[in-house]
């Protein structure tokens, strides 16, 4: 096949008080045709980007790669820069056709000044593009917000099933073999939504939600039914269709009782997922008490603790001071926190370097969730300009930027300049920090930081910060958001009405 590859990509917080730029993305991933090696590398390592390439490769395809944007979530992206974005994938593919499919690697939950929906925005200039008959597909974050214009243009739509996100290269190839059916005319598919009213965060490493998520991939071998998403949405979204959803895709030419059974198996699968609702609330403990309870689970290994307020995974500002604040205050020892978004603070340690002592004043610079900055007498520990970090996919890291390491009292501190939330135990390593030797380990990171982190963990904790990612969603000041929708109103089980949305690819 000649395949179309692109990806626009960006989970936005609508209460995230960093505002999406051209500047964010070129900090993340920007790779433009024709740009420098450096860029072609970065998009490379963007999973489901970086996958296709392969997938495509093992298939003798032929891929044009089109721009490849990521950017660290934040908040809504400017109108400018979005338009300007999706413009220019637009031209690149109007340019090089014709194709015998198209696929873009999305988020769905990106919003743009102007633009609630964005992913539904540009799919539908995709078709509008290229016409009916091209097969075209999209890899989503099960963070999504899937909404009636996606679907509606026909684009298969297949997300991650796995929070921790560790499975794009099998939704890769799903969606890779289904595109190729599609182009060598064996089959046609189309779509089922059915939203599920809830704001919540699962985890499917086990209990319920893996029973359930093991439940989904056997629906998929069921005749005709090519795949089966379960997008858990994303709370921090303030759209009127925010929330969960299932998505069926089935295969049209299995019969005229396709359609009835996918229907049928969304409906029993959002009923199955939407009774689930209350265990996306995890145990979360104010800091005092979260610190507390690490501190008694210490027994020899260290223990996590996890500020999933202030991760920047979400789009929070990744630099609050709280936990922090709460553990000068008690005089923890053998403690380490990572990483706080200061470059400032990273520039004046940098300056007076490796071994400096200096009055720093850290972490709490952008807005009042980020807490007020705390005065430090620190020990400049380490330096580092090249340090990385492995992602979800043991193949793919991320640079950290500049990076230090301080030392005040008994806590090592990473500071560095590439916001970014912590998946691995590199970012502490890579600056010289003894993860096995410490009694406990400050995360900013909701639940990515697990694979990595459980392996080296006696104990996880999660306390709930003040934050924009904060998970009390009654405190947010939603605008948009459709209700009823759980937890913010009291649902029954049997709230769930409706029938599912169809759409035809
Ligand atoms: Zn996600």
Not at 217 to 233: D, K, N, W, Y
Not at 235 to 258: I, R, Y
Request: charged fraction near 20%; glycine fraction near 10%; hydrophobic fraction near 45%.
């Amino acid at each position: 096949m000649h395949i179309f590859l692109a990806a626009l990509a960006h989970e936005t917080n609508s209460f995230s008080p960093i505002p999406t730029t051209l500047r964010a993305f070129e900090e993340g991933i920007l790779y433009r045709p024709g740009g420098a090696e450096e860029q072609r590398v970065a998009a490379h390592d963007f999973p489901g980007y970086g996958f296709l390439l392969e997938v495509a490769r093992e298939h003798g395809d032929r891929v044009t790669a089109g721009l490849c944007a990521w950017a660290q979530p934040g908040g809504p992206v400017t109108r400018q820069v979005y338009e300007a974005l999706r413009d220019e994938l637009l031209a690149q593919l109007a340019a090089a056709g014709p194709f015998d499919a198209v696929v873009l690697v999305l988020h769905g939950a990106m919003i743009a000044h102007g633009f609630p929906d964005c992913e539904g925005d540009l799919l539908a200039r995709v078709r509008d593009l290229v016409g009916p008959g091209v097969p075209v597909g999209a890899l989503l974050d099960l963070h999504a917000t899937l909404t009636p214009r996606m679907t509606e243009s026909g684009a298969v739509l297949i997300a991650c099933k796995e929070y921790p996100h560790t499975d794009y290269l099998a939704r890769t190839r799903e969606l890779h073999a289904i595109l190729a059916r599609m182009a060598g005319g064996t089959c046609s598919p189309a779509m089922v939504m059915h939203k599920v009213p809830m704001l919540s965060m699962f985890g499917t490493a086990e209990g319920p939600m893996r029973a359930l998520l093991d439940q989904v991939q056997e629906c998929e071998a069921e005749p005709g039914m090519l795949s089966v998403s379960l997008i858990h949405g994303f709370p921090w979204s303030d759209t009127a269709q925010t929330g969960a959803a299932v998505l069926v895709v089935f295969d049209t030419g299995d019969g005229p009782g396709a359609a009835g059974r996918a229907a049928a198996l969304a409906a029993q699968l959002a009923q199955a997922f939407f009774a689930l609702r209350a265990l996306g609330s995890k145990t979360m403990l104010p800091v005092h008490d979260a610190v507390t309870a690490c501190l008694a689970a210490y027994s020899g290994g260290p223990v996590v603790l996890a500020d999933g307020s202030d991760n920047p995974g979400g789009g929070a500002a990744c630099d609050s001071t709280f936990v922090l604040r709460e553990l000068i205050d008690r005089g923890v020892e053998r403690a380490a926190l990572g990483m706080l978004w200061d470059p400032l603070a990273v520039q004046l340690a940098i300056d007076a370097g490796v071994g400096a002592e200096l009055a720093l004043r850290i972490g709490g610079k952008v807005g009042p969730a980020s807490g007020a900055p705390v005065d430090v007498l620190a020990t400049v520990t380490a330096v580092r300009r090249d340090a990385r970090q492995h992602g979800l996919a043991a193949k793919f890291s991320e640079a950290l930027g500049d990076a230090v390491a301080i030392r005040t009292g008994g806590i090592d501190i990473v500071l560095n300049t590439r916001r970014q939330q912590v998946f691995s135990p590199e970012c502490f390593t890579e600056l010289g920090i003894d993860v096995t030797a410490r009694r406990l380990l400050v995360v900013k990171s909701s639940r990515h930081f697990r694979a990595c982190f459980d392996p080296i963990a006696s104990a996880t904790f999660f306390c709930d910060a003040p934050g924009s990612l904060n998970s009390d969603l009654a405190q947010l000041p939603y605008v948009h958001l459709r209700r009823p929708i759980w937890p913010l109103d009291a649902l029954e089980d049997t709230a769930l009405t409706g029938s599912p949305e169809a759409s035809h690819a």
